[in-house]
């Protein structure tokens, strides 16, 4: 039940996509369609901003979208605006029906 | 709407019980497409999943190896709610506890409760 990897730090500049990867293994991301992806920001609750690999919950915007390859999924952010300078993590079903979380990747706004 | 209002002490002293409990509204506890889950966050460690109880026919419970060998998660289907216990802890043990829960093929967390810092210091 090993982390999977995600990039410390990503930024970029209001209106530009970024892209957050999520490093697992075979057993894991690779091996499930079940990444989900979570949004933090300072003091409040995990939300949950994709589900499924590519699925977006009611309300979610859509300038947030999901992918995989292998075993990396992957979070973008198109049109990068000021609120989403947040904490975000990715989680996936792993063996032994448990989870395992990403260990967060800090999004910065220029 | 799915609710979950965790309650439990914030200060534990080391090598003694943690008890939390996660009430759910919305929702039953012995649901057999729901899963009930306890995860921690930390500076040093982010987001842990620690482990999860459902119902399919009969309770289950998963634990995640870190913890396997401190770790309780109870349904109690009289209050409609989860509890965790987690036995001689340690200042390592401080974290920022949550429940949350999963479906039955859909294994993403749907809903949080508020999450409870919880400190282990003598």
């Known amino acids: 039940q090993s982390a999977l990897t995600q990039p410390a730090s990503v930024s970029g500049s209001p209106g530009q996509s970024i892209t957050i990867s999520c490093t697992g293994t075979?057993?894991?991301?690779?091996?499930?369609?079940?990444v989900s992806w979570y949004q933090q920001h300072p003091g409040r609750v995990p939300k949950l901003l994709i589900y499924d690999v590519t699925n977006r919950p009611s309300g979610v915007s859509n300038r947030f979208s999901g992918s995989k390859s292998g075993n990396t999924a992957s979070l973008t952010i198109s049109g990068l605006q000021a609120e989403d300078e947040a904490d975000y993590f990715c989680?996936?079903?792993?063996?032994?029906?448990?989870?395992?979380f990403g260990g967060g990747t800090k999004a910065t706004v220029l | 709407q799915i609710q979950l209002q965790q309650s439990g002490p914030g200060l534990v002293k080391p090598s003694q019980t943690l008890s939390l409990t996660c009430a759910i509204s919305?929702?039953?506890?012995?649901?057999?497409?729901?899963?009930w889950n306890w995860i921690r966050q930390s500076p040093s460690r982010g987001l842990e999943w620690l482990g999860r109880t459902f119902y399919r026919s009969k309770w289950n419970n998963v634990y995640a190896d870190s913890v396997k060998s401190r770790i309780t998660i109870n349904p109690d289907t009289s209050k409609n709610q989860v509890t965790l216990q987690l036995n001689s802890v340690t200042p390592e043990d401080t974290a920022v506890y949550y429940c949350a829960r999963t479906g039955y093929f859909a294994e993403y967390c749907q809903a949080w409760g508020q999450g409870t810092l919880v400190t282990v210091s003598s």
């Open positions: 075979s057993s894991d991301v690779g091996a499930y369609n079940y």
């Open positions: 919305g929702d039953s506890v012995s649901n057999n497409i729901a899963t």
């Open positions: 989680c996936s079903y792993a063996p032994g029906d448990t989870l395992v």
